[in-house]
């Protein structure tokens, strides 16, 4: 028995020398060091130390746990939980996909009530989507509803705020709790802390908000949108800022900001400490204490200086000229500035830590912004004098892209969150993220048409390709049935004559019989040879996005009548080709018929003539772009006098919100009387309502005519590759 107390006793003495010989180092670093590195770290450096930090800021501000205006963890947690009772909600597990099977995604808005009264802002979202393709006014056919009451404002000290909203969407048959349900908001929680409480329980409803929190934002399922105005624009919108002679990318001012400094409540942390990086030269930093009512009751030393500074610089100057905006959090995560930023091509610089930002679920952000902490203001100017000035021209393009496609309307702003919700049902039909992040942007690339990028006129250059070899031609006949007139054969003689021609159709034959990319459009009294054919297929091949072919008409603005003129007048300048000879990419088919709405196609039907002008109209919203007369033996003529429908007066700007790329022109003198003027007048009619229609002129002048090589030289014919053109 004591032997064997003796061998035990051993065995651990020997473990213990054999634990302190080959680990003992490292246990006494551990018990007695690190203490004092701790202590070191903690110490080191003395923030007071003016040897070591030059005084920039304030020591108490330094030394500070942060804001103390902001909700504490557990007033966050209690707030989500009012709110996002199901905070798991997935499209998956709380949306009934059944809904939109029959149908397709079709959109009903709840009827409005009269004793409701709406905020323009959110009237101007229900009427997006009434006049939007989407619509439907039976409930039976919805994939998604929307609520008549106005969900935008949920500050209860606002007052737009609508009161006993559970009850009321209780009350609705269609609620169920919430399921397929889409909510908008705009500003949510109240003084003093701005949580996102939305005074009411959402249940299984997406929600589409602004300043969205990411602990709150539900991925996949809720939808963050922009922060914006009530004068934005309901459809059309404004032009960038940016222009092709904007160069050098960089500007006077390097990085700016101009606005109000809350001396309290949340958001004040961020704001008072902007001062820092001011250097009165390529950084200017602008803030005022005159906000709120009892703003001078907290007003602190420097609020006196800083009011004076304020007012020296003007704000839209200020966007104008540089090259990079600060965007800090305001009361909320989001801001106005944020848009404004994006539309002047002020690179934003975002200081608001924990915003979702919008529509991230298809914008690549990193291309466009500069996202910082709000914690590493100090860092900010060094950041932004590092990035290449290529780089900086890069981000800029980015910026007007993402304006002009998704914000520059309400419109845009609710077609992207519905398209995103959209894309979510048919997966493996939806959008790539490149189609969302480069010309013309997703809502401009149905992915009914096509998935793959290389299938849309756009991006043939962008991937080095070419679209087909090959055309379809189709033919639109008003001539009674059996009664082919001779002009007609040759027409089709010498459209099949052409080595490029692969199938020749009628322009209502359904839109899959039509193979090849390109389509030759025609009407019967058009007249053709092969080589004028031959040769304008060559061009468009060049030119696939845009409409190349050989009746060309114009637009001009009439300052009299103050309305958008049209002209068949031989000019120097173009802006539309009719569709009775031209060619087109065969996108441009399924963007007509799945892109525009039923109302505009019923306008179009409503107004002879009208349908090729509404084809020109569409293509240069989408690329931006007019398009491209060619060489034409005989001058195409319609079936009526050449004249307009406006009378001559001087040269003057149109409305706002209706520029025009195109210069101003006098219009020709109005020819009075026939039956050409009431079709003048009826094409007139129709522009003027498709302007009113998309919200400004989408149509682009050009003094462009391509001909072939050597046409109308004196050389010899044998060295002409299209020596009929020149033929009477």
């Known amino acids: 028995m004591q032997t064997r107390k003796k061998y035990i006793f051993l065995t651990f003495l020997a473990s213990w020398l054999l634990l ?3 680990g003992g180092d490292q246990l006494r670093r551990f018990a007695f060091f690190s203490g004092r590195k701790a202590e070191a770290r903690r110490n080191w450096p003395r923030w007071t130390d003016q040897s070591l930090l030059k005084s ?13 205006s902001l909700p504490s963890p557990r007033e966050r947690r209690v707030a989500r939980l009012n709110v996002y009772k199901d905070s798991s909600c997935r499209m998956e597990t709380c949306f009934d996909f059944s809904r939109c099977e029959k149908h397709g995604f079709k959109v009903f808005t709840y009827p409005r009530e009269r004793d409701q009264p709406l905020s323009e802002s959110y009237s101007k979202i229900l009427t997006s989507i009434e006049r939007s393709r989407y619509y439907t006014a039976n409930p039976e056919e919805a994939c998604l509803f929307i609520l008549s009451i106005d969900t935008l404002d949920r500050d209860h000290l606002s007052s737009q705020y609508v009161r006993n909203v559970d009850e009321k969407i ?7 709790g919430g399921r397929n349900h889409l909510i908008f908001n705009l500003y949510s929680g109240t003084w003093p802390n701005y949580t996102e409480d939305l005074g009411f329980d959402i249940g299984q409803a997406i929600l589409a908000k602004a300043s969205f929190y990411t602990q709150n934002f539900r991925p996949g399922f809720d939808v963050s949108i922009p922060l914006f105005s009530k004068d934005h624009p309901q459809r059309g919108g404004e032009r960038g800022w940016l222009y092709q002679d904007s160069v050098p990318p960089k500007k006077k001012y390097l990085l700016v900001f101009k606005g109000k400094r809350y001396l309290t409540g949340i958001g004040s942390g961020t704001r008072n400490a902007l001062h820092h990086i001011h250097n009165g030269k390529d950084i200017v930093s602008l803030t005022t204490c005159k906000h709120g009512k009892d703003w001078e009751k907290h007003k602190d030393t420097r609020c006196d200086k800083d009011n004076v500074n304020y007012e020296k610089f003007d704000y839209q100057e200020l966007l104008h000229n540089s090259t990079f905006c600060i965007v800090p959090r305001g009361r909320r995560l989001g801001s106005f500035r944020f848009l404004e930023a994006l539309q002047a091509a002020c690179i934003p610089v975002l200081l608001s830590d924990g915003w979702e930002l919008p529509f991230a679920e298809a914008i690549d952000w990193g291309k466009a912004v500069v996202v910082g902490n709000e914690k590493l203001l100090l860092q900010i100017p060094s950041v932004v004098r590092c990035i290449h000035p290529e ?3 890069a981000f800029q393009q980015q910026t007007q892209l993402l304006w002009d496609a998704y914000f520059s309307s309400v419109d845009k702003i ?3 969150t519905l398209e995103i919700i959209k894309d979510r049902l048919l997966p493996h039909r939806s959008r790539s993220r490149f189609l969302w992040n480069v010309l013309p942007g997703g809502l401009l690339a149905l992915p009914e048409f ?53 199938q020749l159709s009628d322009r209502f034959f359904p839109y899959a019989a039509i193979r090849t990319d390109a389509v030759l459009s025609l009407d019967e009294h058009t007249s053709l040879s092969t080589s004028e054919v031959d040769f304008a297929f060559v061009v468009w091949r060049s030119f696939p996005e845009r409409i190349v072919g050989f009746p060309a008409r114009s637009h001009f603005w009439d300052p009299e009548q103050r309305r958008w003129g049209y002209t068949s007048k031989w000019t120097n300048e173009l802006s539309i080709v009719l569709t009775a000879a031209a060619f087109y990419h065969r996108y441009y088919h399924s963007l007509f018929t799945g892109y525009l709405p039923a109302g505009l196609r019923e306008l179009v039907d409503s107004l002879a003539a009208c349908e090729d002008i ?7 919203a ?3 772009l007019p398009p491209i007369k060619v060489t034409q033996r005989k001058q195409h003529k319609e079936n009526v006098p050449q004249q307009v429908g406006c009378k001559e007066g001087s040269a003057e700007t149109p409305p706002a919100g209706e520029q025009s790329p195109s210069p101003q022109h006098s219009p020709p003198a109005k020819v009075k009387g026939t039956a050409g003027g009431r079709h003048f007048s009826q094409r007139q009619d129709c522009l003027n309502q498709l302007v009113d229609w998309f919200g400004y002129m989408p149509l682009v002048s050009s003094q462009l005519r391509l001909d072939p090589v050597l046409y109308k030289d004196q050389v010899s014919v044998l060295r002409k590759k299209y020596p009929r053109l020149e033929r009477p």
């Open 391 to 393: 780089r900086v021209l």
């Open 170 to 176: 209780r009350a609705f048959p269609l609620w169920n």
């Open 56 to 68: 920039f800021a304030n020591p108490k501000e330094l030394q500070s746990d942060g804001d103390p």
């Open 622 to 624: 989408v690329t931006k």
């Open 450 to 502: 096509s998935t793959h990028p290389g299938d849309f006129p756009f991006y043939y250059l962008q991937r080095g390709s070419s679209p087909s070899e090959k055309f379809t031609a189709f033919i639109r006949v008003v001539s009674p049935s059996g009664s082919l007139s001779q002009p007609l054969l040759r027409l089709i003689q010498a459209v099949s004559g052409s080595q490029f021609c692969a």
């Open 614 to 620: 509404l084809m020109n109209v569409l293509v240069a």
């Open 414 to 416: 609710v077609h992207t």
């Open 20 to 22: 302190f010989f080959f």
